[in-house]
């Protein structure tokens, strides 16, 4: 299994609401990345886990919580978000964890988040 | 935050022609990796040229680097239909656990006219 997967495809959500992002990797890679993209723009680092550890989180707002349950296993829960969050999330591995020599990551497909 | 520009900005082209993006960077690094994203979807790894590379080679695909600019290109020759899409650069900086932090260009919004 070479690919990395999410899920859903497409989520529509209202400031109130309470939902989850998945994604999941079987390469055995440690390091593990969540990333905003804005339309037109290039993709904007938020969070990292090596080792299942949270290793960088760039100035997430708290409404945004990353989960790490296992080594293939990333979680983004998403809390009282507003209008401007809507993006498209992506999730990325790598082979090592972080801090080591920069490999390659390898991108799931994302997730059209829209807030309402 | 964004370490990169691209250049240009979008480029339209003749299936069959040669398709040039630059990239510059701000900090030194160890590394550089070009990506392509289809609309919409998930970036897809090109290719990586370490900092002490000049040139790397993968198919249709040319890489440069000059660590002196600060600047990159790609070139993909005998451009494709398929080959529609955006480009980016990224960067990993130097320094105690900088690597696979990558920070990516503004992209190049590429199109390959039949």
């Known amino acids: 299994d070479t690919e990395v997967t999410q899920t859903p495809k497409h989520l529509v959500m209202g400031m109130t609401n309470k939902k989850s992002l998945k994604c999941e990797q079987h390469?055995?890679?440690?390091?593990m990345y969540w990333y905003k993209q804005k339309a037109k723009k290039p993709p904007e680092l938020m969070f990292v886990?090596?080792?299942?550890?949270?290793?960088i989180n760039e100035s997430v707002p708290s409404r945004f919580s990353p989960e790490c349950p296992n080594s293939s296993l990333l979680n983004l829960h998403l809390h009282a978000l507003q209008p401007e969050d809507s993006a498209l999330y992506l999730c990325?591995?790598?082979?090592?964890?972080?801090?080591?020599?920069?490999?390659?990551?390898?991108f799931g497909p994302g997730t059209r988040l829209t807030v309402l | 935050s964004q370490q990169g520009e691209e250049d240009p900005q979008a480029l339209s082209i003749q299936e069959g022609e040669n398709a040039t993006m630059n990239c510059s960077y701000k900090?030194?690094?160890?590394?550089l990796q070009w990506y392509r994203q289809n609309s919409g979807r998930g970036l897809v790894h090109l290719i990586l040229?370490?900092?002490?590379?000049r040139e790397k080679h993968s198919g249709r695909l040319r890489v440069t680097l000059d660590t002196s600019k600060k600047s990159s290109s790609l070139l993909i020759t005998a451009s494709r239909a398929a080959d529609t899409a955006s480009y980016f650069c990224?960067?990993?900086?130097?320094?105690?656990?900088?690597?696979?932090?990558?920070?990516f260009g503004g992209g190049t919004r590429l199109m390959v006219k039949p």
């Open positions: 886990y090596s080792y299942e550890k949270l290793s």
């Open positions: 990224a960067t990993d900086g130097l320094g105690n656990n900088a690597g696979n932090m990558l920070t």
């Open positions: 390469m055995g890679h440690r390091a």
């Open positions: 900090t030194s690094i160890n590394n």
């Open positions: 040229i370490r900092s002490n590379e």
């Open positions: 990325a591995s790598s082979p090592r964890g972080y801090g080591r020599t920069t490999d390659t990551q390898y």
